[in-house]
């Protein structure tokens, strides 16, 4: 049955518009660019069980409960500052040249940068860009998945935030991997903050979500479950083992499943299996968050698993069995032209159809 599901979007993002990236030192176009929501809102538009709705605005508070209010301020100005230095001509993204890398800062004291050069502080990348309508993009992207969040506590049983810029490499004090705020990580607190004690957010994005497991890695209120591509082959490299299992309070509730090159169907559903059945062993008593990236897609351009449009059908059936109401955030997946299917079969196996 193709019950309503809510699609929280907005256009904000299309002043998000980074331009180039830089892919093994070479400048290229970025590959997380406004087409590619613009193509998933065609996909959904032409199928009336998808209502379109625009975010309401939240705020900053549910961002501070998670993200350092260095990171939050540095990115509302940094746009602005570097125009007043001419840092950038208004053209160019800001992207940095020095990073404050943990050997960097041990063993002596370092120094606060200028207003320019403070953004790159909290820059773990140089895929990331940031352009002058990123601050509020990240903003609204924030609010999309908030909102939805909104709409599953009022009954919807699946709402889908259709987030960009992502979220999932953003960490408290820390952003890169295309994204500012960490979208996912904000609703399953937006949870807590309402009570939940067992959230678990589900992160089948092709990457491992960094920034997410770094949140929540000491926490037994978040359960953090990732699929991904083996970080031995695969960004963000320094993280998403096995081994990383949680620490203190949060033993055990942060789970990765590294997969191999080419992984196809069957081997991407017997790991979800596994994750599957962590979650559900955890007494989840709050709605379930999906990370959904479809960088896992068999064509993506920056990626090695093997999925097709119908395995996105047959993992949202899987996550369908939890008998949880469901909140999908939009993370990676940049194979544009199959990006619409793919979230539509995500999402009719979410509502079994
Ligand atoms: N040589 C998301 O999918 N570039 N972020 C990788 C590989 C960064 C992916 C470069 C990929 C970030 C949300
Ligand atoms: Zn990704």
């Known amino acids: 049955m193709r019950v309503p599901v809510p699609v929280i979007r907005s256009d904000a993002h299309l002043a998000h518009d980074g331009l180039i990236e830089f892919l093994n030192g070479t400048p290229v176009p970025c590959f997380e660019s406004p087409a590619r929501a613009v193509a998933i809102e065609r996909a959904l538009a032409a199928d009336p069980t998808f209502v379109f709705e625009e975010p309401t605005d939240h705020g900053l508070?549910?961002?501070?409960?998670?993200?350092?209010?260095?990171?939050?301020t540095t990115l509302a100005e940094a746009w602005d500052d570097a125009l007043a230095?001419?840092?950038?001509?208004?053209?160019?993204?800001?992207?940095p040249d020095a990073f404050l890398t943990a050997a960097y800062a041990d063993g002596h004291p370092t120094?606060?940068?200028?207003?320019?050069?403070?953004?790159?502080?909290?820059?773990f990348d140089t895929a990331t860009p940031l352009v002058g309508g990123t601050y509020h993009a990240a903003r609204v992207a924030v609010d999309a998945a908030l909102t939805a969040v909104d709409r599953v506590h009022a009954g919807a049983p699946l709402a889908y935030a259709l987030c960009r810029p992502p979220g999932h490499h953003a960490g408290p004090a820390m952003y890169g991997g295309y994204c500012f705020f960490n979208n996912a990580a904000i609703a399953a607190q937006a949870l807590v903050a309402r009570g939940a004690s067992r959230v678990v957010i589900l992160d089948i994005d092709y990457h491992h979500g960094n920034g997410s497991q770094q949140l929540f890695y000491r926490r037994d209120d978040v359960?953090?479950?990732?699929?991904?591509?083996?970080?031995?082959?695969?960004?963000p490299y320094y993280s998403g083992t096995a081994d990383e299992r949680g620490a203190g309070a949060g033993e055990g509730l942060n789970r990765n499943w590294p997969l191999p090159e080419r992984a196809d169907g069957p081997r991407y559903l017997a790991a979800l299996d596994e994750a599957l059945t962590v979650a559900r062993d955890f007494a989840p008593d709050a709605p379930l968050i999906i990370s959904a990236g479809f960088d896992t897609f068999h064509a993506d351009p920056i990626a090695?698993?093997?999925?097709?449009?119908?395995?996105?059908?047959?993992?949202?059936?899987?996550?369908?069995?939890?008998?949880?109401?469901?909140?999908?955030?939009?993370?990676?997946?940049?194979?544009?032209?199959?990006?619409?299917?793919n979230v539509i079969s995500l999402l009719d196996g979410l509502r079994g159809a």
């Open 61 to 72: 508070d549910p961002i501070l409960a998670l993200h350092d209010p260095g990171l939050v």
């Open 85 to 95: 230095t001419g840092m950038t001509d208004g053209l160019r993204p800001l992207l």
């Open 111 to 123: 120094s606060r940068p200028g207003r320019s050069h403070r953004l790159w502080s909290y820059a």
């Open 223 to 235: 359960l953090y479950l990732s699929l991904h591509a083996d970080p031995e082959r695969a960004y």
């Open 304 to 341: 090695d698993l093997a999925l097709q449009t119908d395995d996105y059908r047959a993992i949202g059936a899987a996550a369908r069995d939890l008998g949880l109401a469901t909140v999908v955030i939009q993370e990676g997946g940049y194979a544009i032209d199959a990006l619409g299917a």
